[in-house]
């Protein structure tokens, strides 16, 4: 694909010297060319997309792009600005970053996992550079384990191979079959090369539900004192978040090796949303569709949420994910 892509490029000069070489000479012309295209990779990544093809990470717009896309999340956002500016800007790591996202539906995981990816590689998500697996939907059957466990270790080696800054993320981490995950240790380990192929400017991003109840007990409990969310520490809920992950036989991460040797970097809590960051959602979401903000409508979308605890109603119980679908019904043609 990206070669076509290469070729489509020179092609489309091919008509501004066509009249001035003889046809055989053209040929051979842009094959010389070609060859000297594919030759040059910053004249190759103009026509297609390149590993490290994004210029050096900017510290400023990571900032930027969490503090005007993911709210309520004070800690998730300082954990990340501080780990993936610190990993990308070092040279010679001495392992892949491994990020663990904890929280309930709708506090932000997925979009935390999309700003990664976009600050990384123009394309984000749809980069070649970056996999999303989806542990319902590529590993659904217990019985396939050992056959899930050898395609992984394929597809991760054979792209790493390709391009050593692959960004790899795996949702649904709750939901994987336990032991699965493991195939992945000698990746995310300290070792310079595994058969001649370094991993250590990967980044694996792991996202789940386990541990959501630990970091909305916590929450609560400030709230219920009178402190603001803002006062909560990594060193409050972080040990608790791994302990759980750890010890809860419905995750992926039951009694796995990249937690009992301590191969995951950051465990990073995504506090429940209120209220208040309901309404900033929607606010973002009117902007991205070309709307005005109508304060009104914004208003009236966060107040159809449901919340919890039952009687104070502190939490949204589904985050923004449903504040989407709902604004729709307010601009459908």
């Known amino acids: 694909m990206k070669l076509g892509r290469a070729v ?39 026509f297609a997309e390149c590993c490290g093809q994004k210029r050096s990470l900017s510290r400023e717009v990571l900032q930027k792009d969490l503090d005007s896309k993911l709210f309520g999340q004070h800690l998730a956002k300082k954990v990340i600005l501080n780990a993936l500016s610190a990993f990308i800007s070092n040279p010679k790591p001495k392992k ?36 999303l697996f989806v542990a319902t939907l590529h590993f659904p059957h217990a ?32 939901k994987m079959h336990a032991g699965l995950i493991d195939a992945i240790k000698p990746f995310l380990d300290y070792y310079d090369h595994l058969d ?29 004192s009178g402190r603001q969310r803002e006062e909560i520490k ?5 040990p608790a978040l791994s302990l759980s992950a750890f010890n809860n036989q419905n995750s992926g991460f039951w009694h796995s090796s990249l937690i009992d040797r301590n191969l995951i970097d950051y465990f990073v809590p995504f506090l429940p949303l209120e209220y208040k960051h309901l309404k900033m959602c929607v606010r973002v979401e009117m902007q991205s569709r070309g709307y005005d903000v109508d304060e009104d409508i914004v208003t ?34």
């Open 8 to 46: 489509l490029g020179l092609l489309l000069l091919a008509p501004l010297v066509v009249r001035a070489v003889e046809p055989i000479s053209l040929g051979l012309a842009l094959a010389g060319v070609l060859t000297s295209y594919i030759s040059y990779p910053r004249l190759y990544c103009l």
């Open 96 to 131: 892949p970053l491994t990020l663990s996202l904890h929280g309930w539906t709708g506090t932000g995981k997925n979009f935390a996992s999309k700003i990664i990816a976009e600050n990384i590689y123009e394309g984000g998500l749809n980069s070649d550079y970056v996999h």
């Open 143 to 174: 019985s396939n384990i050992t056959l899930y466990k050898d395609q992984l270790q394929l597809w991760i080696r054979g792209n790493v191979s390709a391009c050593a800054r692959s960004i790899f993320i795996f949702d649904e981490m709750d």
């Open 196 to 224: 001649g192929v370094s991993y250590q400017k990967a980044i694996f991003i792991f996202l789940s539900n386990a541990g959501a109840e630990r970091i909305t007990d916590v929450a609560l409990d400030f709230w219920r």
């Open 234 to 238: 990594l060193k409050d809920l972080e």
């Open 300 to 333: 009236r979308v966060a107040e159809e949420m449901t919340f919890f605890p039952k009687e104070e109603r502190v939490f949204s119980d589904k985050g923004c994910k449903t504040v989407f679908t709902k604004l729709d019904y307010y601009y459908d043609d």
